[in-house]
């Protein structure tokens, strides 16, 4: 590997756990929605994605307790939709500032992501949660708010991450070359796009999420990590 001029890196399994995911946020925004779209259904930025589920499934604009039942079966299945990430960083919102709970990290990835800025590397994160959740999962993290640590932000907005089109979108945006920036990931298929779009790859293997060690043909040839420390610039 040759030292990243950026590094990039994802959420869910790779700084943070899978379970805290499924087992927190996920039944919070399930258990919320019906409250929040009653309350808040015909604020413009939040009709805004009810609209875009309804013209999916083809239900009516005003049949909003049909597009909550969509939205909560889409939860169920984990479903990578952009319309439901963005509705869910909205009421996550609401549990972060109420102190409901805060953003479960492995222990030393905050000490590394300070590390790798303090040597003046850009930090950028690319999840499947809106960007504003992103920023309301390192703001209300467990170890405080590590925002300023991070240049930016994307999400699927800028395209699906097993293709590779979306992370040369992301080099050109943050005007890095693709083979000088590093991806972090536990998902093999993203980082297979990412090495096909030009970038340096990581697979974060947690033995807590994956308790069956990948390595051999189930790395497919990404370098392997079982956490920060273990990753060498």
Known sequence: MTRPLAILTDIEGTTSSISFVKNVLFPYARAALPGFVREHGQQPAVRRWLDAVATEIAASACQDEVIVE????????????????????????????????????YPEVAAALRGWHAAGIPLYVYSSGSVAAQKLFFGFSDAGDLTALFSGNFDTEIGGKREAASYARIAQAIG????????????????????????????????DDYPMPRTGEAANGHTRAENFGQITL
Request: proline share 1%; hydrophobic share 45%; no cysteine.
């Open 176 to 207: 890095t070359a693709p083979h000088q920036i590093l991806f972090l990931s536990d998902v093999v298929e993203e980082l297979d796009a990412a090495r096909e779009a030009g970038l340096q790859t990581v697979l974060l293997d947690r033995l």
């Open 70 to 105: 969509t939205l909560q079966g889409w939860i169920d299945q984990d479903r990578k939709h952009t319309a439901l990430k963005a509705l869910q960083g909205m009421i996550w919102d609401a549990g972060y500032r109420n102190g409901d709970y805060t953003a479960h990290l």
